[in-house]
T-cell receptor
Framework: AQSVTQLGSHVSVSEGALVLLRCNYSSSVPPYLFWYVQYPNQGLQLLLKYTSAATLVKGINGFEAEFKKSETSFHLTKPSAHMSDAAEYFCAVSASSASKIIFGSGTRLSIRP | DADVTQTPRNRITKTGKRIMLECSQTKGHDRMYWYRQDPGLGLRLIYYSFDVKDINKGEISDGYSVSRQAQAKFSLSLESAIPNQTALYFC????????????FGPGTRLTVL
């Protein structure tokens, strides 16, 4: 079975600071990993995904994530936060092309001026 | 026009009433999903359908039913609504398997009094 744990339900950073959102996964087979973002009053949209190619994945809006098998982690980073990055971020895992996606509980990112 | 639409966007109803939430997609995808979002719990899968003749229960299907009327349409019903079904409901679609991006609708905010 697959599962995903997001550490920290709320993260607050200053504008221009590093953003780091943590995600650890559990999977009995090589996983597919995703980060989705939800802006206020909107549905989720894909930020980036890992599908067993390069371990460093670049996404939209300057975000990237690194797959670390030894640490079972897929943390999301952005070097410099913008006010527009304020949103809720969800990490998700899928085990294979035939399976469904399991979402984490989400991390709300706030940006301080 | 949006690729995934949900109707209604907001609904307030009373305990015991039957409610139907509708989802339509223009992406031509075979797979459709219904999720429920509650604060601090992330997204939980209610039902999913891999094609018109395939319906599967998710992790929280009790109290819900679905109908896949066509490739493009997937509706969720609450036969007898109860207050703890108050939540934000999302429909999503994907092309094939677990590595594929899910595309979400804008959500339906349901309140059961």
């Amino acid at each position: 079975a697959q599962s995903v744990t997001q550490l920290g339900s709320h993260v607050s950073v200053s504008e221009g600071a590093l953003v780091l959102l943590r995600c650890n996964y559990s999977s009995s087979v090589p996983p597919y990993l995703f980060w989705y973002v939800q802006y206020p009053n909107q549905g989720l949209q894909l930020l980036l995904k890992y599908t067993s190619a390069a371990t460093l994945v670049k996404g939209i809006n300057g975000f990237e994530a690194e797959f670390k098998k030894s640490e079972t982690s897929f943390h999301l980073t952005k070097p410099s936060a913008h006010m527009s990055d304020a949103a809720e971020y969800f990490c998700a895992v899928s085990a294979s092309s035939a399976s469904k996606i399991i979402f984490g509980s989400g991390t709300r990112l706030s940006i301080r001026p | 026009d949006a690729d995934v639409t949900q109707t209604p966007r907001n609904r307030i109803t009373k305990t015991g009433k039957r409610i139907m939430l509708e989802c339509s997609q223009t992406k031509g995808h075979d797979r459709m999903y219904w999720y429920r979002q509650d604060p601090g719990l992330g997204l939980r899968l209610i039902y999913y359908s891999f094609d018109v003749k395939d319906i599967n229960k998710g992790e929280i299907s009790d109290g819900y039913s679905v109908s896949r009327q066509a490739q493009a349409k997937f509706s969720l019903s609450l036969e007898s609504a109860i207050p703890n079904q108050t939540a934000l409901y999302f429909c999503a679609t994907s092309d094939t398997g677990g590595a594929d991006t899910q595309y979400f609708g804008p959500g339906t905010r349901l309140t059961v009094l």
